[in-house]
């Protein structure tokens, strides 16, 4: 029983090329919407969940808000004593988080582009809420 080798492989190529092997550079698609994740698409359903979504984010909002009153020392009475103003930007911070929320979701561009602008958006109206309600209940 002779035991045969496995063939060799071919030689490489003589003379060696003077110039190192290009790497292949794949094209970005002709639609950009083709490389989203399907949370991203602008379908109804979707758009719908981030709807739910930014009011979530406000939700959490409103309690961080109400844990920076109580610790600045702020009572229930004194945020029932305040004046429409304040409460107006509720609704401030309420669009401020949505808006926020959609542009993280549907923002071209990188995730710290969009983190960034759902920080600034969201983190701003709340900023002003939180800042007109301290102003408020002095």
Known sequence: MSANPPPLPPPP????????????WNPPP??????????????????LIHLVIGVGVWVAGLFAAGVVLAIAGRTSEQL???????AGTFLLSLAGAICGWLLFAYLRGSAARRWTAFGVVAGGTWLVMVAAMLADTR
């Not at 190529?13 to 292949?24: G, H, K, L, M, Y």
Request: hydrophobic share 30%; aromatic share 8%.
């Open 13 to 24: 190529a003589w003379p060696p090329s003077s110039q190192p092997a290009v790497p292949q």
């Open 30 to 47: 002709e639609n950009a919407a083709d490389d989203r994740p399907p949370w991203r698409d602008g379908h109804a359903g979707w758009a």
């Open 80 to 86: 029932d004593a305040s004046g429409d103003g304040a």
